[in-house]
């Protein structure tokens, strides 16, 4: 359904680039979006194909004809819900940046985490060959491509369901430039491996699963429910499906002396912790907490 974009009204068509902003950033701001000057001067830049530095510099300036008319239509597809990081097909994740559409799940800063604690366990543990890593659920493929960029030494092999999230991240890791450390492969969780449970195959397996209790994705903010893909969501009716199916076989693929890591959502790290325990595989697991003191990783050694 369309908006009401006030400013044919108040203003003729020679207004000025400034103007369009200022009227733009209230219309957001009417329509309850956060952050509406950010929004307002991030989507003008883009229809006007400027950077922000370059939007400052030609606040004074005239429009061309069809600017007004392009910008309302992002306008729309903003105050309508569609996130930001969609409209404009763009998310920085560990100062990467990354192509996102409504094929993937939007990177959070928060996931940084999970790169940060898996750095920190390839540097102190001493390996004799390039550590091995596995990826499950790797959407854009801002974890496996963020891995691969700090270390040059190792391979991942990063995993989803949705084939058309594996051809988002493999465009993702090409303009990385990190595409031969990587593979992709499209399957549910672990069925594209075969391995036995003695040998193990990764030095490291991580995740960041669906983890949303399945009622509550109703009450989450259309950005997200409307827009972003349910298969990213869905953890299943108490959220904890796909944490008990990865703990579950992941002793299988980790080599002994290797590291499980899984994001949580708030309050899941107690359940998640005890799944592990429950296997018998793995020595204490730790949770650690992200900016915010949410307990946002869970992490644990296989004996
Ligand atoms: C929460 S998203 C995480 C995406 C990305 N790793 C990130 O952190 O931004 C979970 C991902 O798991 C994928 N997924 C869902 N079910 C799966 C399954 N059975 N096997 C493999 N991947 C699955 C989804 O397609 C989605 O990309």
Known sequence: MGVAFPYQRTYGLDMTVLELLN???????????E??????????ARSLDLSREGLYMNLRGPLQKGDKEAFERLIQRRISGEPLQYILEHQEFWSIDLKVDPRVLIPRPETELLVEQSLRILSESPFKRKPFILE???????????????????FLVATDLSREAILLAKENARSAGVQS?????SGDLFEPFCVSKKQGLFDLILSNPPYLHRHEIQTLAKEVKDYEPMIALDGGEDGLEFYRRIISRVPFYLRPGGWLLLEVGQGQNPRVTELME??????????????????????????
């Not at 950033?25 to 329509?31: D, R």
């Not at 952050?35 to 003008?44: D, F, G, K, M």
């Not at 499950?136 to 270390?151: F, N």
């Not at 450390?181 to 492969?185: A, G, K, S, T």
Request: with cysteine; net charge neutral.
């Open 23 to 33: 009227w733009s950033t209230h219309c957001l701001e009417k329509n309850q979006i």
């Open 278 to 303: 429950e296997t018998g595989y793995f020595f204490h697991p730790e949770s650690v907490p992200d900016l915010a003191g949410i307990e946002r990783v869970v992490k644990a050694q296989k004996k």
């Open 35 to 44: 952050n509406s000057r950010l929004n307002a001067e991030l989507l003008l």
């Open 181 to 185: 450390q990587i593979e992709f492969v």
């Open 136 to 154: 499950i659920g790797t959407g854009s493929g801002a974890i496996a491509i963020a891995m691969a960029k700090e270390r040059k030494d190792v």
